[in-house]
DNA sequence: CTGTTAGCGCTTTCAA
DNA sequence: TTGAAAGCGCTAACAG
């Protein structure tokens, strides 16, 4: 059994509730006294039950951070941001992963109101609107990377545009001939960072006068042969690929470097989210970061101001998309 | 307010207990009553609460999993495997990262703890034997890929001296002239598979009478740096790298393919873990799958045993890992 | 099937 | 500072 604040109590020789104060951190509370519950908390190995806080206190001091799972290492990495930014406001984050399909993820997100989650961080959700708003009824709930509904639901974006914009520009002042897109599969899902990541690349190419070249490649199947498909349209490999995230860009440099063919000097790959992939030695490609720990801590304070007003109108937070050069879009200073 | 189950009862004109029963599916319900009670729930968007119920049950039916984080793609797989898992038992994993930090695991697990999780998957741990067997004592403890302290520990291990064995033989009857094993720069770390892998390499090397030209490079900084490091040994690029884990074949993989030689036909690599860097198209790594299902279904298991029987002396379950042959070790389909 | 009674471990309120 | 009392939402054990 473990032990209680009761039996903390008997061993200190104090009262229950002194325990409780001392556990909460109060500052009514002699110095000897706390020093013998202390003491005795120690000895017992007591722990504060959760569950007895949580049904009187009726809020359990953590958050839902639903994924569409970790595969994209991006996620892994908004997982450890959101732990650190939660922990900075003494929450806990539950982590969740639905796998991307769509009645796990309902699921999960059931449980974590189970569990009193006191908000909810959604990202990547298959969830329509609508849906979204209906759980925003129940708990506070902060977008990630998805405007939200008109509603009682928040959000925290990064400028996608904005992003994919600057890897364009970049990629076009780094000498290419070629600019091409290569879009994510499953850009047909409503509200995802997609088309908006291509709406970007759309604004700078035609801001930069060369709209009508501005080639897009859905990838459907392989990477690869998108690449190639890009190589046979322009009869020229001289071409930057802006690639909609980190893995694309990935399979896109590998497929580059395989076929003997200097990644930087002779072809452009940029990638989005400047996760561990981007950065591996080997590849070091150009990237977008979205400023993690940012989006993180805006999640977070998110949920926690909504928890104060739970009737405030929708807000929307855009964090700054910075650019990170890297040896995939270096062709200048490796010419030879 | 979130509705009760006394809102519930009184919409539906019946007693608490009753809906006590139908929430927790008990038979001996007559199905008019259960149908006037669910629709009661579904009009009031009735959940059940979660800290109220673990509070009498004195359990939560959820079981932490703590990680060392989400960068090694492999615990984004272990985690999903053990979702799948949890829920075939009806129980909710919690899924926690440390960050690989010491301190950030501590306090994982004992927020895990207070939250009265009835269980803990513990892996790539950095916590000392006797740190995990107090824990033991605590809670219900079930360690992965790691061979536990004498206690009431339970372990779920894949046999990694077997499968980096498999991966060496694969290699050299591949016919790759020199053989070298790219150990992982943690291999200090007290238990770690490290250790283990590097064994099953040595063995297989002494099996098929070539000891003495095992070699072996820990990592230290980058690995391509390892990888000429070996071809500078040999005095020859006709290597198979047998790798620590699938990021550094990986690199390894990756560095071969920019220095325009043929993955498989020049240089074999082989990596482990077999996720999904492994079965990127462009690459294609042959690596070593451990079986995260059936390591995950076992560490479940353990766990719910376990709690049946906190005093049972420790067991362990080792599961057997199989080759995943592809190109990145097929010399001889692709030799010209 | 229903009602009653009891209590899980904790916070909260109020009076001493 | 302390003690007493109440109650969070639920399950459990029992008698009807």
Redesign the pocket.
Known sequence: ??P???DVADLAG?????V?LV??GDK???AA?RRAVQEAMATLGYR??AA??A???RRTRTIGLVTPGFSNPFFGDLADAIRVAASERNLTPLIGSSASVLEVERSVIDRFIEMGADGLILTGSLLSPEAILKIGELVPVCLLNRPPAKGMVDAVLCDDARGEALATEHAVEAGYKHIVFLEDEDADIPQTSANRRQSGFLAAMKKMGRADEAVTITVTGRVSEAVLQAFDIFNSTDVAFICHNDQIAFEAAVEIMSRGMSLGVDVGVTGYDNTALASFYSLELTSIDQGLARMARGAVQMIESRQRDRKAPGRSEMIEPTLVARRSTRRRLWKK
């Open positions: 059994m473990q209680t604040q009761q104090v009262s229950r509730q002194l409780s556990v909460r009514h509370v002699s006294k504060p039950n007895a806080r049904l009187v206190e």
